[in-house]
């Protein structure tokens, strides 16, 4: 195709976009000499003429699905920020994050210098199976390089995902072995799981933290309540803190986990969705169980859902900040080739009455960055309420709407213990280049740390506050004693977390050390 061609083809389909962007929002006027069209269709009707007679009399051949594909994304920009079309491979992402599994070999890896090192591989799947081990580095993915030529992560893990049953040949470089090792593997389903971690924070609160809602989140938190019972849990913190949500079912059925027999959940409702409610049915395991729950602003959706069911209840009180506002039904439409669009049919209701859904606005992205700026991340006086949107819950307690969660219990950005060094160490990843330089030193050792009394153990025979700031030092970063005594306690904790992370505990490691920390948490707790 010449280069005058494609012009022309370009500015056909950029004319036609603004075509009908000009269509749906044309007022209707009387005309004289026109097709009479049905006045409730009259819009889309001049719509359809217009691609009808561009198609059937255009000078040039139209390349409908080049067309399509520039039109659809600006007609949904025209509805709400949350309806979208999404092409094939933007679907299959967006469908692969909640299924709770994907198609992989199972490991997990970083890239601190350029080199994708292996942090941990995952039990039973095909990498273990394979005889990969954790501090292995990638050097080659079928037979391409793949170190040291600045290839992003996301390249990576492409090349290594895969359709089960297909093969991927890895070459490694592996401690103590000057050859590259050479392994095929047959690629598999790879379960993900949802919850990130769950454990006894002390003799009786047990500690949740679920990333999203997922097909299998309802499952796994019956599995980790089950085993926390055992360990004597009369009391829960469940974190739903950067949770953008997921399947509205899997929230549904652990609201259903809380609450009595009849306790409205939410309820939906639209232009063309009348109102319908969702009830509990009281036959809920943790409904002996006190709760509280944690949430931020980049909570949303489904826990969104979760934390204004609890709050309305009066079941559970609510700590943390203001949580995003997403509170839309969106009804998934597939196509034949792949693409697909979430349609925004309804909104979303706590059972006293708020829409979670907070308000369309020209400023609606920066949403997050306002709050930052107008103080409401350090202050409860700086959330805007609006007296008109405020509700009672059946315990007499005061909420209000206006979009979001707003929390029983306001707890602000914890900014004590920031330091010059503490931020140098952030900018730079120090903490986390320093846990895998140490974790390559140890490594044998560290493969066998099974629990966290073996891994504080392990701790305790190191000098890590030393080793740290010498590793600090050498890369240009130095500690005042000001600065170590402002951040030095909250440096270390990172610092054992993340260590704790390239064992074969992972998060079951990270988590119980790296909320020490948490000042939401420890607000939870009482203290």
Request: net charge negative; glycine share 8%.
């Given at each position: 195709?010449?280069?005058?061609?494609?012009?022309?083809?370009?500015?056909?389909?950029?004319?036609?976009?603004?075509?009908?962007?000009?269509?749906?929002?044309i007022?209707?006027?009387?005309?004289?000499?026109?097709?009479?069209?049905?006045?409730?269709?009259?819009?889309?009707?001049?719509?359809?003429?217009?691609?009808?007679?561009?198609?059937?009399?255009?000078?040039?051949?139209?390349?409908?699905?080049?067309?399509?594909?520039?039109?659809?994304?600006?007609?949904?920009?025209?509805?709400?920020?949350?309806?979208?079309?999404?092409?094939?491979?933007?679907?299959?992402?967006?469908d692969e994050?909640?299924?709770?599994?994907?198609d992989?070999?199972?490991?997990?890896?970083?890239?601190?210098?350029?080199?994708?090192?292996?942090?941990?591989?995952?039990?039973?799947?095909?990498?273990?199976?394979?005889?990969?081990?954790?501090?292995?580095?990638?050097?080659?993915?079928?037979?391409?390089?793949?170190?040291?030529?600045?290839?992003?992560?996301?390249?990576?893990?492409?090349m290594?995902?895969?359709?089960?049953?297909?093969?991927?040949?890895?070459?490694?470089?592996?401690?103590?072995?000057?050859?590259?090792?050479?392994?095929?593997?047959?690629?598999?389903?790879?379960?993900?799981?949802?919850?990130?971690?769950?454990?006894?924070?002390?003799?009786?609160?047990?500690?949740?933290?679920?990333?999203?809602?997922?097909?299998?989140s309802?499952?796994?938190?019956?599995?980790?309540?089950?085993?926390?019972?055992?360990?004597?849990?009369?009391r829960?913190?469940?974190?739903?803190?950067?949770?953008?949500?997921?399947?509205?079912?899997?929230?549904?059925?652990?609201?259903?986990?809380f609450?009595?027999?009849?306790?409205?959940?939410?309820?939906?409702?639209?232009?063309?969705?009348?109102?319908?409610?969702?009830?509990?049915?009281?036959?809920?395991?943790c409904?002996?169980?006190?709760?509280?729950?944690?949430?931020?602003?980049?909570?949303a959706?489904?826990?969104e859902?979760?934390?204004?069911?609890?709050?309305?209840?009066d079941?559970?009180?609510?700590?943390?900040?203001?949580?995003?506002g997403?509170?839309?039904?969106?009804?998934?439409?597939?196509?034949?080739?792949?693409?697909?669009?979430?349609?925004?049919?309804?909104?979303?209701?706590?059972?006293?009455?708020?829409?979670?859904?907070?308000?369309?606005?020209?400023?609606?992205?920066?949403?997050?960055?306002?709050?930052?700026?107008?103080?409401?991340?350090?202050?409860?006086d700086?959330?805007?309420?609006?007296?008109?949107?405020?509700?009672?819950?059946?315990?007499?307690?005061?909420?209000?709407?206006?979009?979001?969660?707003?929390?029983?219990?306001?707890v602000?950005?914890?900014?004590?213990?920031?330091?010059?060094?503490?931020?140098?160490?952030?900018?730079?990843?120090?903490?986390?280049?320093?846990?895998?330089?140490?974790?390559?030193?140890?490594?044998?050792?560290?493969?066998?740390?099974?629990?966290?009394?073996?891994?504080?153990?392990?701790?305790?025979?190191?000098?890590?506050?030393?080793?740290f700031?010498?590793?600090?030092?050498?890369?240009?970063?130095?500690?005042?004693?000001?600065?170590?005594?402002?951040?030095?306690?909250?440096?270390?904790?990172?610092?054992?977390?993340?260590?704790?992370?390239?064992?074969?505990?992972?998060?079951?490691?990270?988590?119980?050390?790296?909320?020490?920390?948490?000042?939401?948490?420890k607000?939870?707790?009482?203290?």
């Amino acid at each position: 195709m010449s280069s005058d061609k494609t012009m022309r083809l370009l500015r056909i389909s950029v004319w036609i976009v603004i075509i009908v962007m000009l269509v749906i929002m044309i007022m209707r006027l009387p005309k004289k000499g026109v097709v009479d069209l049905d006045s409730t269709k009259e819009d889309w009707a001049k719509l359809m003429l217009v691609l009808n007679s561009v198609d059937k009399d255009y000078v040039d051949d139209i390349d409908h699905k080049a067309v399509t594909e520039k039109l659809l994304p600006a007609v949904m920009a025209e509805l709400d920020p949350h309806s979208v079309y999404l092409p094939p491979v933007d679907l299959e992402k967006a469908d692969e994050a909640l299924q709770g599994g994907f198609d992989g070999i199972g490991i997990q890896f970083n890239v601190p210098n350029d080199t994708a090192i292996v942090t941990n591989v995952i039990a039973g799947g095909p990498s273990e199976k394979a005889g990969l081990l954790s501090g292995d580095r990638i050097i080659k993915i079928d037979g391409k390089n793949i170190a040291g030529v600045g290839m992003k992560q996301d390249s990576m893990v492409y090349m290594m995902r895969g359709p089960r049953g297909t093969k991927v040949k890895l070459e490694l470089k592996r401690e103590g072995e000057g050859a590259l090792i050479p392994f095929t593997i047959v690629r598999d389903m790879i379960p993900v799981n949802s919850l990130d971690v769950a454990f006894m924070i002390n003799d009786t609160t047990g500690y949740i933290k679920l990333s999203k809602f997922s097909k299998t989140s309802y499952f796994e938190f019956l599995q980790a309540t089950l085993t926390l019972r055992e360990k004597g849990m009369k009391r829960l913190i469940f974190d739903l803190r950067d949770n953008t949500g997921g399947y509205f079912d899997q929230a549904m059925m652990l609201s259903n986990e809380f609450l009595e027999k009849g306790d409205i959940v939410v309820y939906m409702e639209g232009k063309s969705r009348p109102r319908q409610d969702f009830i509990a049915d009281g036959k809920g395991s943790c409904k002996d169980i006190e709760l509280a729950v944690l949430i931020n602003e980049a909570s949303a959706s489904s826990s969104e859902i979760f934390a204004g069911a609890m709050q309305d209840n009066d079941r559970a009180l609510i700590y943390g900040l203001r949580s995003f506002g997403k509170g839309l039904v969106q009804e998934p439409i597939y196509f034949s080739d792949g693409s697909g669009i979430r349609l925004t049919v309804a909104r979303f209701y706590t059972p006293t009455g708020r829409s979670i859904q907070k308000p369309y606005s020209d400023k609606y992205d920066m949403d997050i960055i306002e709050r930052y700026e107008h103080g409401e991340m350090m202050s409860a006086d700086s959330i805007k309420v609006n007296d008109s949107l405020k509700y009672v819950t059946p315990g007499g307690r005061v909420v209000y709407g206006g979009g979001g969660i707003i929390p029983d219990v306001f707890v602000p950005l914890d900014t004590l213990g920031i330091s010059d060094y503490l931020i140098k160490c952030n900018r730079q990843s120090l903490v986390i280049k320093f846990a895998n330089q140490f974790s390559d030193k140890h490594r044998a050792r560290m493969r066998g740390i099974k629990d966290m009394d073996a891994l504080y153990a392990f701790f305790a025979e190191r000098d890590l506050k030393k080793e740290f700031i010498e590793y600090t030092t050498a890369n240009g970063v130095i500690p005042s004693k000001k600065d170590w005594e402002i951040s030095g306690e909250i440096i270390m904790t990172q610092v054992k977390a993340v260590i704790g992370r390239y064992t074969p505990l992972d998060d079951d490691a990270f988590y119980p050390i790296y909320l020490k920390n948490d000042n939401v948490v420890k607000r939870a707790l009482g203290e």
